[in-house]
């Protein structure tokens, strides 16, 4: 069993709809991240947190670290939102180390 | 403040060749990590350095290995390409290092292929 699970793997939504993405760890962890990824490969650092929510634009972030969850949240999702939403853990410590869920590939249709 | 870059970008090699992947972090930043992503696998950490010195080293053969210098420029090195290699190798820079807080900040990879 993977140490990171994501759910759906796979998502299609009609533009304007609100899309939650769900992300579960079985390990203790310092931090979690989301991360988008275009096609083409550029990753980019949406949200690092440790407790509670955070808010960017039409983005949330959310995380229950006593049920080892947390959910990526789109509002009035756009087609410029269709990427892979990846979920990974921070174990803590002096280290980068990520550790990865497979990511949901997100297509969002006019 | 340029982004990370990485070069080259598409690199094809053949097998039992080797290869080096030059990563170059943002200015200030002292840590750079290295990630390998293919379909099968997903992305899985290589490893990560810190002011030269190799802090924390994911699950792959001894093939794979890296350096940092002085700069923070990292590069990583491959030796005996196998077929499995193929994928996209991604860098990330940060300040400290620390997962806790440090947001990590990522080049746009090098796509290596081998035949």
């Known amino acids: 069993k993977n140490e990171v699970e994501q759910s759906p793997q796979n998502l299609t939504a009609q533009e304007g709809e609100f899309i939650t993405i769900n992300c579960s760890y079985s390990?203790?962890?310092?931090?979690l991240h989301w991360l988008q990824q275009h096609p083409g490969g550029g990753i980019v650092s949406l949200f690092m947190l440790s407790s509670g929510k955070k808010k960017h634009g039409r983005l949330i972030a959310t995380i229950n670290i006593q049920e080892k969850h947390s959910s990526l949240h789109i509002t009035a999702s756009h087609p410029r939102d269709s990427a892979v939403y990846i979920c990974?853990?921070?174990?803590?410590?002096?280290?980068?180390?990520?550790?990865f869920g497979t990511g949901t590939l997100l297509a969002v249709q006019p | 403040k340029a982004g990370v870059t990485q070069t080259p970008r598409y690199l094809i090699k053949t097998r039992g060749q080797q290869v080096t992947l030059s990563c170059s972090p943002i200015s200030g930043h002292r840590s750079v990590s290295w990630y390998q992503q293919t379909p099968g696998q997903g992305l899985q950490f290589l490893f990560e350095y810190f002011s030269e010195t190799q802090r924390n080293k994911g699950n792959f053969p001894g093939r794979f290995s890296g350096r940092q210098f002085s700069n923070s420029r990292s590069e990583m090195n491959v030796s005996t390409l196998e077929l499995g290699d193929s994928a996209l190798y991604l860098c990330a820079s940060s300040l400290e290092g620390s997962g806790s807080w440090d947001t990590q900040y990522f080049g746009p990879g090098t796509r290596l292929t081998v035949l």
């Open positions: 390990v203790g962890i310092s931090a």
């Open positions: 990974a853990v921070s174990l803590g410590g002096a280290t980068n180390k990520l550790i």
